[in-house]
């Protein structure tokens, strides 16, 4: 059997490769300066105080976001990597079973633990503030979901220097990843590492539903909701009724690895394709579950930055459920070479085009919902903007790819990776960075400088564009994917060198991005209003940032895009003199460190259990069983805000 | 304390039942209904992995030499009477009988061990006679189902047991009500699933 050396358990640390030297070295360094820094400046209890035990839903996004764009350097480098290992014929920069591992773990980060926590970021941010709620419906459980989500990641990012990454592809498809061809740790890393975290992404589904469905505004029917909210909505229930096959694909290729079963060995009855359709069963509505916010976003920025209501809202809801439906009935369109015959192809190939119509009714309003609007080109909507053609192409050549005779040409090369990076990058990252600065005044009281947000903007576009548009015809070209080099005298060297120049240009543009950030922080332009893109939604009716409980009123609501029915309004009261609600105290959760030791159990018991140490896998699974029982003999777990003290926030914050 | 008990009154008053008198018991509710649907997911997961497996004994031994009869009935008769047992522990609770609720409990949380006693049994002899998970994917399939259900069940009464101890400690409270409620969701539920892996593993299993 195949068993590449690299690839034993022998070695805890791996050895051998200059460039994981590199990383331990940057690791520990990395590791000793946050801890100098933490020390210097005495902030161990500052940051366990008000971040590690926060159960508040705009902090818990903060770190959300944080994680994520953290995972996005690592997945870009990744990236970089393999596009410089790709750029001329027979470049020997990285070796075979390296490149296995940095395709692998750039794919597993940048779906799991980048796109993931960065639409959880933006549920987190704007969620209750939008529907008029004081925090999620299960505030101590988010906190649970984030940390179990960091520790998952922590667990597959520690596989590249302990162990050795996974290298089986971001599908682990067995018998590749099973223990015949595949022997290591990596991809028990792989295996617990998504695991793990899909428990917290399940746990965040379920609250954002409940919040959502329980804890609106009164007055705040449905279809009085934000277009994002809505998207939240649909996307969480695809999040909870997708996640249960991944968990059960997961777990029971784990089984066949640890206990030696056999449901994907074919020599003793297994079946390797009830895998590959578990798998996908989650796979394709997940490339749903990170779409739809994103387009929830583009459908708030559309309307704020054309000063206009969104056109064709009935329409708008209706379509993103119509696609939260679509999206779990054409999952073989990934596997139509696996043979199922011309009629069940035909059923998925039918289904998977016709996911084209509700999402076109959605290009259509916001095309027209920014017809004559005052249009401000303002970072998010370009962001937005640029949006839109990206999504006409990945949207045509998905359609191609749906079709599903065509596909047996198409399937596993280069085209592919082109269409989905087309809509995974062009949708949800452009999405995500539209609502990064969006919101990001109403996290943290400053807006994003947009001079530099345009630099980085056009860079990436463009750099989007130069690094995936050659790929489409490499890959009618021939050109598979996961392949490692390639020979001179094809004609492939001059696109795919094209195609590497242009994920520099979008390396470079993250790290304008990253410096906008940066400078913005000590130079941004200060929020004072709290309103600072004359929204319409009811986040930019508070202060940025919002005070701990959000609102020292719940508002009630009488229309759609209700901030913007109150500004109008506000005119009419201040004439009549009506006087406000008294205020109420608001009961409010208690923070806790328990989440964060939760996760910490999780990370020790998929550790142990990642190297078969199952002495260490068990302390973490009774670890886990204590601190779940800790929380249920804990009645000590809220606390009420004063009416005083919630009066004098409010008049630090100039309202009253 | 206060608190707790105007809503203890205002659910009286109201007839409302008190795990719902909360807003955060009404929440944690709704949130628990929505986890026992994707759990029933996850076992339809395993249940169609089952099916497609089911006949891939590769010469290893079938379901129909394997499966005991008066063994899967009486561990049936075990868990769905628990289930009766842990509805009439609600019933008491509506009625705010703290001794009765907290026996009927004990009674569900016995009849539970005496199911798993039964399954383990179940277990151990099948894989000390030659049909181990790793004999064929029949059997790695069938252990998984069901040994996800019993381990769904142990965890039910662990539970059980800290809900009692609160129980005993606190008394009925809206809040301790709602947990009562919810444990007993799950095992109802798990007694649900019971019933298809009756049907499907044991008894088209002995059918055949
Ligand atoms: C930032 C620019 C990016 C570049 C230059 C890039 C480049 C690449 C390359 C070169 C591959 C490997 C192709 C192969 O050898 O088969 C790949 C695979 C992949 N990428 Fe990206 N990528 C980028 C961003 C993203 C993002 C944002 C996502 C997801 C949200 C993503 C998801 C994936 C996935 C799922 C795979 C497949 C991995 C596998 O074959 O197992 N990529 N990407
Ligand atoms: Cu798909």
Redesign the interface.
Known sequence: MPVSPANLTGHFFVTGDPLIYGADASILLASAAVVFVLTYYKKWRWLWREWLTTVDHKKIGVMYLMAALLMLFRGGVDAILMRTQLMLPNMKFLAAEHYNQIFTTHGTIMILFMAMPLIFAMFNIAVPLQIGARDV??PYLNAISFWLFFFGAMLLNLSFVIGGSPDAGWTSYPPLAGLGFDRGPGENFYLLALQVSGIGS?ATG??F??TI???RAPGMTLTKMPLFTWSVLASSILI??A???L???L??LL??RV?????F?M?????AM?YVN?FW?WGHPEVYIVVLPAFGIFSEVFSTFSGKRIFGYTSMWLSLMTISVLSYFVWVHHFFTMGAGPDVNSFFAVASMAVAIPTGVKVFNWLFTMYRGRIRFTVPMLWALAFIPNFAIGGATGVMLAAAPADYQYHNSYFLIAHFHQVLIGGVVYGMLAGMYYWWPKMFGFKLNERLGRWGFWLFNIGFYVCFMPLYPLGLMGMTRRMYVYPAGLHWALLNLISTIGAYVMGIAFILIVIDVLYSIVRGERDVTGDPWNGRTLEWSLPSPAPHYNFARIPAVASRDAWWAMKEQRADDLNSGRQPEPLQPIHMPKNSGRPFILGVFFFVGGFGAVFGWYLLAALGFVGV?FAL?SR??E?DTDYYISVEEIERTETALGRS | MAVAQDTVERSVRNGVPLEYATADGELKIAGFWLFLSTDLLLFACLFSTYAILRTNTVGGPTGAQLFDIPGFTTETFALLTSSFTCGLATHEMRRGNRAALIAWLAVTVLLGLVFIGFELDEFISYATHGAAMQRSAFLSAFFTLVGTHGAHVSLGILWMLTVVYQLAVRGITAVTARKVFIVGLYWHFLDIVWVFIFTVVYLTGVLK
């Open positions: 419906a299960f399940m379920i609250n539903i409940v469905l329980k804890m909870i009724y996640f249960p096959a968990t059960a694909a777990a029971l089984i066949d206990a030696g079963a056999h449901f060995t020599t003793q009855g297994g079946n009830m578990l069963i069983l029982l249920a003999l009645y």
